[in-house]
């Protein structure tokens, strides 16, 4: 079973920065596309960015050009550096382990238990 562990959240300014990591444990973390999502209040969990067993990458129109998930397969983390933050951004933030390619993601089923991410204005 796969267990995912978000870490990195807190309470930052608009305009400053965050990284977030997300552990992995219990799949074969090379061979997974993995991706960050949100859920702020009220609105349903969305997808922010998704990265590839290649390394391809893909996000949302709300967060491009501010947002950068990387992946460590060695320490089987992902990472989503956050600039320029935005009150809009304030949400719990979930990394998921799926399936999918530069231009789609496919979510699997397990989640870990979220980081929330608070931008003061």
């Known amino acids: 079973q796969v267990q995912l562990m978000e870490s990195g959240g807190g309470l930052v300014q608009a305009g400053g920065s965050l990284r977030l990591s997300c552990a992995a444990s219990g799949t074969i973390f090379s061979i997974n596309t993995m991706g960050w999502y949100r859920q702020a209040p009220g609105k349903q969990r969305e997808l922010v960015a998704h990265?590839?067993?290649?390394?391809?990458?893909g996000y949302a129109d709300s967060v491009k050009g501010r947002f950068i998930i990387s992946r460590d397969n060695a320490k089987s983390t992902v990472y989503l550096q956050m600039n320029s933050l935005k009150p809009e951004d304030t949400a719990v933030y979930y990394c998921?382990?799926?399936?999918?390619?530069?231009?789609?993601?496919?979510?699997?089923?397990?989640w870990g238990p979220g980081t929330q991410v608070t931008v003061s204005s």
């Open positions: 998921n382990a799926g399936n999918g390619g530069r231009y789609y993601y496919v979510p699997g089923a397990s």
């Open positions: 990265i590839s067993s290649g390394g391809s990458t």
